[in-house]
């Protein structure tokens, strides 16, 4: 799904080098969102692109779950040691036992 929006921007600070977007859709939330200015060589519309809301208003747009009040649970964590891979085994050869 695609959503076409409008935008204005509304304010900008040049020393905090940033600006305010009031992004617009019909049926979809008014959102104003902090954006940084574009660089040289670089279009406004491709800041305006990369901080519109499309996604969060998409998200809001889907079905949801329910979960009961109550419900608990233990997230374990992944591990965040590195895995290494045995090789092939070592074969040590005995070739004398001092008593």
């Known amino acids: 799904m695609s959503i076409?929006?409008?935008y204005e921007i509304?304010?900008?600070?040049?020393?905090?080098?940033?600006?305010?977007?009031?992004?617009?859709?019909d049926g979809h939330q008014t959102m104003h969102i902090g954006a940084r200015l574009p660089y040289v060589g670089e279009t406004l519309e491709t800041v305006i692109a990369m901080h519109s809301p499309v996604a969060y208003w998409e998200q809001q747009a889907r079905p949801v779950v329910l979960p009961?009040?109550?419900?608990?649970g233990t997230v374990v964590p992944a591990s965040t040691e590195p895995v290494v891979e045995p090789t092939s085994?070592?074969?040590?050869?005995v070739t004398e036992v001092v008593v």
């Not at 009961?68 to 608990?72: F, I, R, T």
């Not at 085994?89 to 050869?93: H, W």
Request: aromatic share 10%; net charge negative; proline share 3%.
């Open 10 to 25: 509304v304010n900008v600070d040049e020393s905090a080098r940033c600006m305010e977007v009031v992004y617009s859709a």
């Open 89 to 93: 085994p070592t074969v040590f050869e």
């Open 4 to 6: 076409e929006y409008t």
């Open 68 to 72: 009961q009040v109550g419900a608990s």
